[in-house]
């Protein structure tokens, strides 16, 4: 009896830590990977991508002005908004997309084996789609818009953090240009070596 109570404790403190674990990678409010949770899942699947010397796209989305939407309606409104983007964009996904939130109101979408006209082809169709959506609060209607920032890896020695780097340039463009579009990255992403190289002889 004994034995079986330590048993049966040990396996229900193995079943809270993963409990607690799978919690960790996971954003409360829209139920998808928070940061942790993409940049984790995504490392694995940029390894596997890398290994099999397939392409990959990085889509990069921010809310327009979102802090006007929670000025003018109220925080509950706006987390209604980020919901709904989720639900829309994981409604257009693959079971092999790797989609999470890893800002406020900023997204990130890993595409494996995904060459550049398809991963425009599914910005372009999700940032119409959000805007297209009617969010009823009160008595009152919003509408949202996103910008996006896409960066392809037909490179087998680039990683996440490389693409990252190069979505968010095209994001910062796609804002600059007016909001509410597609910008496509104009740099390839730098492998991790590159990267240090870089970096000591700019120290």
Known sequence: CICAAYLFGGLAKDRIAAR?????LIDPLTGVRNRRGF???????????????????????????????????????????????CQLATSLLRPTDLFGRIGGEEFAILL???????????AE???AAFEAIAH????????ATVSVGVAISDDASSDLAALLDVADQALYRAK????????LSTHSPQSPSARQASGQAAA
């Not at 006007?68 to 706006?78: E, L, T, W």
């Not at 009823?136 to 509408?143: F, H, S």
């Not at 600059?176 to 910008?183: C, D, F, I, T």
Request: glycine share 4%; aromatic share 8%.
């Open 112 to 122: 494996p084996d995904t060459a550049r006209q398809d991963a425009l082809l599914l």
């Open 39 to 85: 940049l984790q899942a995504g490392e694995r699947l940029m390894v596997r991508t890398r290994f099999a010397h397939r392409p990959a796209a990085l889509l990069l989305f921010d809310l327009d002005r979102f802090k006007s939407i929670n000025d003018r309606f109220g925080h509950r409104a706006g987390d209604a908004v980020l919901v709904a983007f």
């Open 136 to 143: 009823k609060v009160a008595e009152r209607i919003l509408t």
């Open 20 to 24: 607690y674990w799978r919690a960790s």
């Open 125 to 127: 169709r999700l940032r």
């Open 176 to 183: 600059a240009l007016g909001r509410n579009r597609v910008e």
